[in-house]
């Protein structure tokens, strides 16, 4: 666990609050804590499956993609369906078609492809923990973590794809560390499960840092540190607003 946490940590700007990692260990934020977690993994499914659909298929690998997330979205949004149901619709019956013209785009399929199965995955796995506390699902607002940094994202090409990557990155290796942090602080069959989502996580982590790197054909250190500062003060400030990446609570 160490070496898959070290790199992480490097990478990430500061490490969680340790005022985070008591509030989110109380026993009544656990609702929050695995609602908010739920949808994240449900959001992280969707925006690789967004980049798949806006640079690399074409219109029909498209429609399948969209296809595989609905019920999963129509269960989150529209609480419609069953759970249980979801264990169904796991994998993507329809191979992706590379659109041409795009250097990268078998990498990224191949990559957002698995990462999307891995999240709808954990999607499941979070519905069976919450059965297990007796947590019904209901809808939750997001926090302002992602849209703090996305609002950051170029607005051409392909530095707008960069910077997404990028973001994708810091969700992904703050996701990791905070799992890890939390973990010894819960029940043991909860932190089992936080340890065992470390491993996907870290990958995740490292792909979007590779296609980062290799579709923007140059050193992107500078860019990594800006988003890293901003990253690192989103999770240091002040927040009100409790959430899986929250800031430092406030009483
Ligand atoms: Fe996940
Ligand atoms: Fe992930």
């Known amino acids: 666990m ?30 929050i804590v695995l609602l908010d977690h739920l949808v994240c993994e449900l959001k992280a499914a969707q925006s690789a499956m967004f980049l798949i659909r806006r640079y690399a298929v074409d219109k029909e690998s498209g429609d399948a993609l969209l296809a595989w997330l609905k019920p999963f979205e129509d269960f989150t949004y529209r609480k419609v369906g069953d759970w249980k149901a979801l264990a169904n619709h796991e994998k993507l019956s329809k191979s992706m078609i590379p659109k041409s013209g795009t250097p990268y785009g078998q990498d990224l399929i191949d990559k957002m492809v698995l990462l999307i199965k891995e999240e709808l995955h954990h999607f499941y796995q979070v519905l069976e923990i ?19 940094l996305l609002q950051h994202v170029k607005t051409h090409e392909p530095a707008a794809l960069v910077d997404k990557l990028i973001c994708g990155a810091f969700i992904e290796a703050r996701s990791c560390e905070r799992f890890a942090a939390l973990a010894p602080h819960v029940d043991k069959p909860l932190g089992d499960f936080y340890i065992s989502l470390l491993r996907s996580e870290a990958r995740h982590y490292q792909d979007y840092l590779t296609l980062a790197e290799e579709i923007a054909g140059k050193d992107i250190t500078e860019r990594v540190a800006f988003f890293r500062s901003v990253e690192a003060k989103l999770i240091s400030a002040p927040d009100e607003d409790f959430k899986f990446h929250s800031g430092a609570p406030v009483h």
């Not at 070496?3 to 509030?23: D, N, R, Y």
């Open 2 to 31: 160490q070496s898959l946490l070290a790199p992480i940590k490097t990478f990430l700007g500061c490490e969680t609050p340790h005022a985070w990692v008591a509030e989110a260990a109380k026993p009544e934020n656990l609702p």
């Open 130 to 148: 919450m059965e297990g506390y007796g947590i019904a699902y209901d809808t939750i607002s997001s926090s302002r973590y992602a849209k703090g």
